[in-house]
């Protein structure tokens, strides 16, 4: 369970998180929503601690992480696995060597329980053919990908989104939102996606929280969303011609 | 910013750089790559250098003596002295500093704004360490060897230009060479090119690691970098001559 408690942000003189409390719980897919420049990104790196909150607390299974020090981080850090919007997968290394990466740094593996987990990993987001190519050399699809084989590699507790299927084809953000679904339930992992995507709202939305301006302005399932009332999540809801065709 | 908060960011940098909390399995691996790439890639460069250098010394100070009481054998120990004292080790620091410097920052710079360096810190790993370390180690290994290299080659260049121009010959140009040699010119070099390898190895690393925005701000930084870095090393090229030997 991941639980935030009156976080806020403050960028120079700018509030862009104003008391955000949430609670995150274990084999549900959690979901982040809210326009673009609503602050999602900014809440992600709070929570993992990219950016430090000018005030409130985060915490990691009852573990305070926020004022945690260093080494503590580090040790529930271990435990997380985040896919950056951009992939952030290491340009040097093949795309092999990238899921191999945090095994290889923490685990003491043998070569071929390496090669195997890796191979599994790679399988599990149908990635067959590309083991040996550098990230250069890859769709953003593949990328994609490959960063969330990387991020599962570790069985982490804690698995974090940004834009899971920003810029990519209708099909290709199908295949990732089901397979964001399945690694939840199937590991248990408290999972948490930003997204503005409607389709992953309807689809993997076991809880949805929507961010307006800094605030958490409403929260609830990918059923109820569709009758909420709040004005502001009507207009994010219905914003296409085609959810307005579809609901009413 | 300020000097002062830079100073401060700086050095905590390379305090997280050298605690490194957690094991870094790779160092060995990275060590040996850093070697490679600041040591052998620089050699070519230095040794051209060094060679034109050496020659260049040797023939202006052949052009300078024509007075007959100055023996000539003082091209030898003169060209001896500025390739030993000054060349090879704060020449060679400054143009590392814009080779390496430079392709140091835009490295670590890239890593940061292509958020790889987040992604590091959000498994656990210590980036700046893991990023930092085996640069600055390896070259501080290397460094010493490359500015022997150009002492080497520096006195050899000067050598071939007395050959091939006929100003001197070799038993003069080596009786000149030898004259009140003193090893401990050498070291005061070796002991200069370690310091110049950690400022540009920490400070290039520095102005990477901290970069903000995209790549026109990782090519600012790397300029940056080798800017800092040449002005931190003749800054330090005062104070250690200073100390070493008055
Ligand atoms: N480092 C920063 N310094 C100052 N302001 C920032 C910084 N990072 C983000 N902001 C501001 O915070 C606000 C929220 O940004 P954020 O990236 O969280 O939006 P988002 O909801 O993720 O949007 P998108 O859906 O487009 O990714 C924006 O107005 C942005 O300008
Ligand atoms: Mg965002």
Request: glycine share 8%.
């Amino acid at each position: 369970m991941i639980e935030i408690k009156g976080l806020y942000k403050r960028f120079a003189d700018k509030d862009i998180l104003t008391d955000v409390n949430l609670t995150f719980e274990e084999g549900k897919t959690n979901l982040i929503i809210g326009q673009s420049g609503s602050g999602k990104t900014v809440l992600m790196k709070c929570a993992v601690g990219l950016e430090i909150p000018s005030q409130g607390e985060i915490l990691y299974s009852g573990r305070a992480f926020t004022h945690a020090s260093l080494e503590e981080k580090m040790a529930i850090r271990k435990e997380i696995g985040m896919v950056f919007q951009g992939g952030a997968l290491f340009d040097s290394m093949t795309v092999e060597e990238n899921v191999a990466f945090p095994l290889r740094m923490f685990t003491d593996m043998a070569k071929s329980e390496l090669e195997d987990r890796v191979n599994f990993c790679l399988n599990r987001v149908n990635l067959n053919q590309a083991h040996s190519k550098y990230p250069a050399e890859i769709s953003g699809g593949m990328k994609k990908r490959v960063a969330i084989a990387r991020a599962i590699a570790l069985n982490p507790k804690y698995l974090f989104f940004d834009e899971p299927n920003s810029g990519l084809d209708p099909r290709t953000s199908l295949v990732i939102d089901a397979l964001i679904q399945e690694i939840t339930q199937e590991y248990k992992t408290v999972t948490i996606v930003n997204t503005h995507d409607m389709n992953s709202v309807l689809e993997i939305g076991d809880h949805i929280a929507f961010i307006f301006k800094g605030n958490v302005v409403w929260t609830g399932d990918s059923n109820s969303i569709i009758k909420a009332q709040v004005p502001e999540v009507r207009d994010f809801v219905f914003a296409t011609p085609l959810m307005k065709k579809m609901f009413k | 910013m300020s000097f002062f908060e830079n100073f401060g960011k700086y050095c905590l940098l390379v305090f997280r750089t050298f605690k490194q909390p957690g094991r870094n399995k790779f160092f060995r691996e990275q060590f040996f790559r850093e070697l490679e790439a600041l040591g052998l890639g620089s050699i070519g460069i230095i040794a051209i250098i060094s060679l034109f250098m050496g020659a260049v010394i040797a023939i202006q100070m052949a052009a300078n003596i024509d007075n007959p009481l100055i023996p000539r054998e003082t091209i030898g120990y003169a060209t001896r002295e500025s390739v030993f004292l000054e060349f090879s080790s704060t020449v060679v620091a400054l143009i590392l500093a814009g080779k390496v410097g430079s392709s140091i920052a835009s490295e670590i710079g890239t890593m940061r704004v292509t958020e790889q360096i987040d992604a590091l810190e959000i498994m656990g790993v210590n980036s700046a360490s893991y990023l930092i370390l085996p640069k600055i180690t390896a070259s501080l290994v290397i460094n010493p060897v490359l500015t022997l290299m150009s002492m080497f080659l520096g006195i050899f260049g000067g050598y071939l230009a007395c050959l091939l121009t006929g100003m001197l010959d070799a038993p003069s140009y080596l009786t000149g060479l030898l004259f009140e040699f003193r090893p401990f010119n050498v070291v005061y070099s070796i002991i200069k090119s370690i310091v110049f390898a950690f400022i540009i190895t920490s400070i290039s690393a520095y102005r990477g690691y901290y970069v903000e925005g995209g790549s026109r701000e990782v090519g600012e930084n790397s300029t940056k970098a080798v800017v800092k870095a040449s002005i931190a090393i003749l800054f330090w090229n005062l104070i250690l001559t200073r100390i070493l030997l008055l």
